[in-house]
């Protein structure tokens, strides 16, 4: 077997041999869980040195592609994607009302899906980022109040999402217990006469920090999307809600317009 030359020639051996098994991965050569021929086998295929072949697939694991484990060998990463839907259609007829709750977003994706939705929650008072002291009108490093849900489908860590809070509105409520509130964050809002009408979204990709990484077990070549959401009325900014996903197992969806929804 022969390193195809895609790209170009003046790629060092070891990445052409990357885009090769890549493409072999692509083709569904192996299925999901299935494992790679070991180095000796691939050398052979080849006809390349093994620091080649462990360069190689060096470069497939830091792209999340494919996972080593001790003493057994090279396995392909079990897709195990999950769609959440960031901005649904709103219901015919269309009217103005308050945001569809987040968590209820995501346990009726889990349930749709046959697969389980667990969520932790931890609170805090903290000192906000710039970026958020700014959406929420406030000097930096004003302390905020955050609620954090870690969420996981099927035991496999999936989103962490944090909501931010000027101290003032959250304080001494439901939204800084440690536990999930009937209803929803938003109900308990809307009780304290702030109900979400509207909310501007802001996606960005980075790359996880090393806590990060090690709560979504993530390859080193794996990114998170942060999905940054500012909700509002009419009076102003309500809340700040970072999300974060694992860039390998997470598909955000948005759904505009008022059509049938297209085909996953």
Known sequence: MTIHRSGTAHQPKYQRLATDLRRRIESGEWTGGGRLPVETELEGQYGVARNTVRLAVDVLVNEGRVVRVQGKGTYLREPSRHDHRVHSRPPR??????????????????????????????????RARHDIAAW?????????????????????????????????????????QDQPVPG?????????????????????????????????????????????????????????????????????????????????
Request: negative net charge; charged residues 25%; aromatic residues 6%.
């Open 136 to 176: 929420l009108g406030l000097r930096p490093e004003e302390t905020v109040m955050m609620r954090r849900q870690l969420c996981r489908v099927d035991q496999e860590p999936y989103a962490i999402e944090e909501s931010h809070y000027r101290a003032g509105l959250a304080a001494g409520t439901p939204l800084m």
């Open 184 to 264: 929803g964050d938003e109900r308990i809002l809307a009780q304290l006469g702030r109900t979400e009408t509207a909310a501007t979204d802001h996606l960005t990709a980075r790359m996880p920090d090393p806590a990060e990484a090690a709560w979504f077990g993530l390859g080193p070549g794996v990114p998170l999307l942060v999905n940054t959401r500012i909700s509002s009325d009419r009076r102003g900014p309500i809340r700040v809600v970072e999300t974060r996903y694992a860039a390998d197992r997470a598909r955000l969806l948005y759904e505009l317009g008022d059509g049938a929804p297209a085909a996953g």
């Open 93 to 126: 007829p269309a009217r103005r009302g308050p945001l569809t709750p987040s968590a209820e977003v995501y346990a009726a994706e889990a349930e749709a899906a046959g697969r389980q939705l667990t969520v932790d929650f931890q609170v805090a008072a903290v």
